[in-house]
């Protein structure tokens, strides 16, 4: 790469470590999405390239060192992330406390998300598996919870394997659905810890339970979470919508292309999005496989499913 005119943007050591990344990994990325040159001289970062150029891979560096400065690791998703939001002038992601430290966006999609649960009562997050739908939802509530903000976080999503007919089931309700939750409890678990968990479930501030259980009720004052949404039917996504009370705030989560209803025809969800998108107090997040944050092969096998996909299409 030629040389051009050269800044050098001061940074502490820890900040030149994460911005250079392991083997130069993370100044190779910076580099090649703004064709510049970052050189280590000592004491902070050089940059080479023309005024633009420059002025974009500085951004880059000040928030990567921003993150450091906040004792939160660099990875080469929050470097990507750093770069889509130089070139799209957009802020900083958004994070959330957790118990094994700042919960933060990993993908331009997902600093989007955050964005919009914080600046509307309802929010709807669409993609495939590991895109951090329900994670985020998850953390955005408790957050909420732990500010005082809501007095109830509450999560209910359709007990399909079960055919809602959980009264046949052995045990008390906790005992009947917690098979079925499974996944929420181990993402509250990693943001609240089990402690937490466990006294504020046993004080009422946490719920988590099948949309059938939903029927009936105003849920005021709380933040609800409705996951797995594609499996809802239409009847029970106007349903849990209309549960809406004072003070409240709903995010609805889900993968319409994964529906497992008998009629997959009848799924809430996609039904729900098309005649509300565009609709004051609404926002649609769409995620799709580059935001998936799980092992890299994950998002590689996705999109292979995709593409099978939309080549059996008629």
Known sequence: MSR????????ADAAVRAVAGPGGRHA?????????LMETPGGG????????ARRGAKQVNESLAARVASRLEVSPADVRVAI??????????AAHGARRGSVAAKTAAQAWYLDALSNHDLVFGLGPAGTGKTFLA?????????????????????????GERLGFLPGDLNEKVDPYMAPVWEAMTN????????RRRERGEIEVAPIAFMRGRTLSHAFVIVDEAQN??????????????????????????????????????????????GVEGVAIARFTG?????HPLVGRIVTAYDADTAKRRP
Do not use: W, Y
Request: hydrophobic fraction near 45%; glycine fraction near 10%.
């Open 28 to 36: 190779a990325l910076i580099e090649d999405a703004f064709h510049v």
């Open 290 to 294: 580059v935001d998936i944050v799980r």
């Open 45 to 52: 970062v050089s940059l080479n390239g023309d005024a633009g």
């Open 191 to 198: 943001i609240l810890g089990a402690e937490a968990l466990r």
């Open 138 to 162: 998850v953390a955005h509530g408790a957050a909420l919870l732990r500010a005082g903000e809501v007095e109830r976080l509450v999560v209910t999503r359709p007990a399909v394997e079960a």
């Open 84 to 93: 889509d939001q130089a070139r799209t002038g957009a802020g900083a992601p």
């Open 4 to 11: 051009g005119p050269s800044e050098f943007l001061p940074l």
């Open 232 to 277: 809802t039917s239409r009847l029970q996504m106007k349903m849990v919508l209309t549960r809406l009370g004072e003070g409240s705030r709903m995010a609805v989560t889900g993968d319409p292309s994964q529906v497992d209803l008998i009629n997959p025809n009848d799924s809430g969800l996609a039904h729900a999005v098309s005649i509300l998108e």
